[in-house]
């Protein structure tokens, strides 16, 4: 199993500039995750998925869209890139809903700098 | 709502110490509790996780915590601290958020720093 895969690892774009971050996971998880992570501040939730079809917003969506045609991948939208959009983005999947006993599964992270 | 907090933003042992990290919760009822690790430029992984039952667990890596109810704290201990220990730790607390929906509420980490 790969389990989660993203991609890329690193891009750099300019301000007003779009693009989608990918998000894939092999376990066969319902439940899929975005989080961004800030020096000092934590992860915060982006957009999260209970299924394929179905997905919400979490604390901090603005900016961000997300959708999820099939149970493996969760693609993260950024349009109209701004500099408060920099960050590390991480995509988790579990088995289970969130905020219960199942452990999220995290991938590597993509690094986002926009200029 | 759940909240989650790490008191100490960096902490700094000796290779071979034995090594406390604490983490602090505040939430009505017991919640889910998660200790998570990020190595320098990966994703987090799991050390250990506590619902119910025995309120000391063991994880992975020689990892341990603690889950003290009377002062909602859940903190993370290894009794010899190894080099490769060297990365972020992540405090999770799993509580419900209304209606029957449950949010997974991550802390801000402690930066463990090894020295030789």
């Known amino acids: 199993n790969a389990g989660v895969t993203q991609t890329p690892k690193f891009r750099i774009l300019k301000i007003g500039q779009s693009m989608t971050l990918q998000c894939a996971q092999d376990?066969?998880?319902?439940?899929m995750y975005w989080y961004r992570q800030d020096p000092g501040m934590g992860l915060k939730l982006i957009y999260y998925?209970?299924?394929?079809?179905?997905?919400d917003k979490g604390e901090v969506p603005n900016g961000y869209n997300v959708s999820r045609s099939t149970t493996e991948d969760f693609p993260l939208r950024l349009e109209l890139a701004a500099p408060s959009q920099t960050s590390v983005y991480f995509c988790?999947?579990?088995?289970?809903?969130?905020?219960?006993?199942?452990?999220?599964?995290f991938g590597p992270g993509t690094r986002l700098t926009v200029t | 709502a759940q909240s989650v907090t790490q008191p100490d933003i960096h902490i700094t042992v000796s290779e071979g110490a034995s090594l406390e990290l604490r983490c602090n919760y505040s939430?009505?009822?017991?919640?889910?509790l998660f200790w998570y690790v990020q190595s320098p430029g990966q994703g987090l992984q799991l050390l250990l996780k506590?619902?119910?039952?025995?309120?000391l667990v063991q994880g992975i890596k020689g990892f341990e915590a603690e889950f003290k109810r009377s002062q909602s704290s859940f903190n993370l201990r290894k009794p010899s601290v190894h080099w490769s220990d060297a990365a972020e730790y992540f405090c999770?607390?799993?509580?419900?958020?209304?209606?029957?929906?449950?949010?997974?509420?991550f802390g801000k980490g402690t930066k463990l720093s090894v020295i030789p």
């Open positions: 998925s209970v299924g394929a079809g179905i997905t």
């Open positions: 988790a999947s579990s088995h289970g809903p969130p905020g219960r006993s199942y452990e999220q599964y």
């Open positions: 376990m066969n998880h319902n439940y």
């Open positions: 506590y619902f119910s039952g025995d309120t």
């Open positions: 999770a607390v799993g509580a419900e958020s209304g209606a029957g929906s449950y949010q997974l509420t």
């Open positions: 939430y009505g009822a017991t919640p889910y």
